[in-house]
């Protein structure tokens, strides 16, 4: 069977002045995979992830989507195929409805209502919080609604920094369906995450310590 | 014009009023004094040094010579705007564009409606009085977008992460930037009359002016000054906001405190 690779990063390093935050890094990865990457607190995950989501560029190295490199591609472009979720979102707007209308105005499309309900409803939100303010959603609601965002328009990678970190068991497990079913669906999905269970679970897991790739399973 | 009394010995009995700044300063011990004197003296110097070239530029009454007063004054006025823009990349290009159009246009319409007349004794001073408004306003508009790009720089990046181009994701922070230059000008505009009664009404009544006829001037500046802040403050915005990102279409960091 011939491995698709959706992205390939090559001798990728990244640089603060003198401090060296990721060292030659290379690594593969699979389209259709859900990956966990994981490490220590300052290892250099999280800028490994925004340098994938091209939200910074690397400083030597390069990194190829789909066979061509991430600069080729024009930057807004490439942002609605490989999209990031934070992991302490905010909310634009006042109300849920201009959080959800955003992709499409992102896209010059016009709201689709009733799809926006149906992806509501897949993350347990009946519709009734279209019109909701966004001062009166818990945490857990807001990771949800901020997923929605990313996921609405389904890029071909999704990449999460500890979207569920502080989230309780339910909301937790909300999200976790909703990443699965995706990545049954093809999406690709990158996350970064400290969670020991959803550590256990991962399949695929890219180690990184002191900016380094120590193992990549 | 006999009502116009100031002379030299009547000016240096006002510089009372400075010595009571000076003390009010002293006695509050605010250590003020040194930029009192350092101002007041630059004042006088800078006043009277304008105040012979204007004579010469007003007697000579040449197009060319009017129009470098108002190159010049565009320019400082620029200089003077990018300063404010206290970090960002290409403020004084930027101002002087925005100073420059928004000059040109305003001065133009009041020339081509025969508001005002080509003659320096007009065009000087009604060019400062325009490019130092939107100096004003620029540097407000300076100062809310660096402020305003700092506070809500997460937003901007969950913005551009999820495909928005970089106007979409700055949209909020580009009106509310225009808004805040033009704000002090819509703001003086409501209590014209009732709170203040401005430099050019207050001006041409010293002179003895029929108070009627100087409200005309008076209404015709607001109109001037209400478009030409508008103009500088959505220019400078414009060309502001993207110098918030790079090529890649990044927010850069070294621009957000």
């Known amino acids: ?217 | 014009m006999s009502n116009l009394t100031v002379s030299n010995s009547t000016l240096m009995l006002g510089f009372v009023l400075v010595i009571v700044a000076l003390v009010i300063g002293y006695i509050e011990k605010l250590h003020i004094d040194k930029d009192i004197i350092i101002g007041v003296v630059r004042a006088i110097i800078q006043l009277s040094i304008v105040g012979y070239v204007l004579k010469f530029v007003i007697k000579a009454d040449d197009i060319w010579l009017t129009l470098a007063c108002f190159i010049i004054i565009v320019i400082n006025a620029s200089y003077n705007a990018g300063k404010r823009g206290n970090g960002i990349p290409k403020a004084f290009q930027s101002s002087l564009l925005a100073i420059f159009v928004g000059t040109t246009i305003t001065l133009g319409t009041l020339v081509f409606t025969g508001s005002i007349k080509f003659v320096p004794e007009q065009i000087v001073p009604v060019t400062g009085m325009i490019a130092s408004n939107i100096m004003v306003a620029i540097g407000l508009c300076y100062r809310n977008m660096k402020q305003t790009f700092s506070d809500r720089h997460q937003q901007i990046l969950e913005k551009l992460a999820l495909g928005a181009d970089i106007k979409l994701a700055s949209l909020d922070i580009l009106r509310d930037s225009i808004k805040s230059g033009m704000q002090p000008t819509i703001d003086s505009i409501k209590t014209l009359g009732l709170v203040s009664l401005p430099g050019m009404m207050s001006g041409l009544i010293f002179a003895g002016v029929d108070p009627v006829k100087a409200i005309k001037y008076q209404i015709m500046v607001t109109f001037m000054l209400l478009a030409s802040t508008s103009i500088g403050s959505i220019i400078s915005c414009y060309l502001g906001y993207r110098q918030f990102f790079n090529e890649r279409k990044q927010l850069k960091n070294e621009l957000i405190s």
């Open chain 1, 1 to 217: 069977m011939i491995v698709e690779k959706i992205f390939d990063v090559q001798d990728l390093s990244y640089q603060v002045g003198d401090k060296e935050i990721l060292k030659r890094i290379s690594v593969e990865i699979e389209k259709g995979k859900y990956i966990t990457v994981v490490g220590p607190s300052g290892s250099g995950k999280s800028t490994f992830m925004r340098i994938l989501a091209s939200m910074i560029s690397q400083t030597s190295g390069k990194v190829l989507f789909n066979g061509k490199t991430v600069d080729s591609y024009e930057p807004t472009e490439y942002r609605q195929r490989v999209s990031y979720a934070f992991q302490q979102p905010t909310l634009f707007g006042k109300t849920v409805r201009d959080n959800l209308m955003f992709p499409f105005e992102v896209r010059n499309e016009e709201f689709d209502e009733s799809k926006v309900k149906q992806y509501l409803k897949m993350v347990n939100l009946d519709e009734s919080y279209l019109d909701k303010s966004v001062n009166d959603v818990s945490g857990g609601e807001k990771q949800r609604i901020a997923l929605l965002r990313n996921l609405i328009f389904p890029p071909e990678v999704l990449i999460t920094d500890e979207v569920t970190a502080g989230l309780d068991v339910e909301n937790k497990n909300i999200v976790h369906s909703m990443l699965n079913e995706f990545n049954q669906r093809g999406l690709t999905i990158l996350r970064v995450t400290h969670d020991e269970s959803e550590i256990e679970a991962s399949q695929d897991k890219i180690t990184i310590k002191n900016g380094e790739v120590v193992d990549n399973v």
